[in-house]
């Protein structure tokens, strides 16, 4: 069974997949061995690792170099968000998206953003285009900005992202994802108004993954939250050594090393 079928299967359920998105290859690896059955990635955490602000700034280059080395040390399907795809042509976007095919990957984020609905509906169906002329497969997760970005009034939101989520689900998309996406009773309007298993993203205020999934919910991602996290700690740690010179908090709640090494053992000819 390929990747995508694999991935595919995973959003059938009643209580939603949960995505720990990662930012390198480090962080895909510790998620895998915790017993993750997928990954994805956060666009915001590859920019930071990466040295780019988020939002559409990584050259697409940085983004395969790093999709490439995360592939190297999973076993679990990946899927990667690409942002606009890094690119307003539809065609250089289905070109992106094949050369990430071609690593592994088992599917997509794509986002519309400020950008007219219309054109993600073009980039989506460039994609299917692509890869049914390769044989590929491929689960493309159309991210809508409605909610996070404000891209409607806010009693009209739910609205405009069912009107969308029907306009990508006619390009080829096979998923919706709405961050920002909050109240359950938007939540389960939308579910209920959608053929495209629903994705939304983890926020303060948000229910809990069981009573997500009888909402109508079917991926749950972290988002850039456990990457800001992560950061946040560094920073804690980084100033207490700066004022104080102290040891003793950088072995505190820390990894061992053992157990990191043990991360990556084998893995190094793959």
């Not at 895998?32 to 920019?47: N, Q």
């Not at 050259?59 to 170099?65: L, T």
């Not at 053929?195 to 999934?213: E, I």
Request: glycine letters at 8%.
């Amino acid at each position: 069974m390929s990747n995508a079928r694999t991935f595919r299967q995973l959003h059938d359920n009643s209580i939603p997949l949960r995505l720990p998105n990662v930012w390198d290859a480090g962080s895909a690896r510790l998620v895998e061995a915790l017993g993750a059955s997928a990954i994805a990635t956060t666009s915001a955490g590859f920019a930071w690792a990466l040295g780019y602000s988020d939002g559409r700034l990584l050259p697409f280059d940085e983004a395969v170099a790093c999709v490439r080395r995360i592939v190297r040390v999973l076993n679990v399907p990946l899927s990667v968000d690409i942002e606009n795809g890094y690119s307003d042509d539809p065609e250089t976007v289905a070109d992106h998206v094949m050369q990430l095919v071609d690593l592994g990957i088992a599917g997509i984020n794509i986002e519309d953003g400020p950008d007219p609905s219309s054109l993600l509906a073009s980039k989506i169906a460039a994609i299917r285009d692509a890869l049914a002329k390769s044989g590929s497969d491929l689960f493309v997760n159309a991210r809508s900005d409605v909610f996070l970005a404000s891209l409607a009034e806010k009693s009209k939101q739910a609205e405009e992202s069912i009107a969308r989520g029907k306009l990508y689900a006619s390009a080829g998309a096979d998923g919706l994802f709405l961050p920002a996406l909050v109240q359950p009773s938007d939540i389960e309007t939308i579910a209920g108004a959608t053929r495209l298993p629903l994705n939304v993203m983890a926020v303060p205020g948000l229910a809990d993954a069981a009573t997500l999934g009888k909402l109508g919910v079917r991926r749950l991602s972290a988002g850039s939250g456990i990457s800001q996290v992560v950061l946040g700690k560094a920073k804690a740690l980084a100033q207490d050594f700066l004022n104080d010179g102290r040891s003793e908090t950088l072995a505190s709640n820390s990894l061992p090393y053992s157990e990191i090494q043990n991360l990556f053992a084998g893995l190094t000819k793959r």
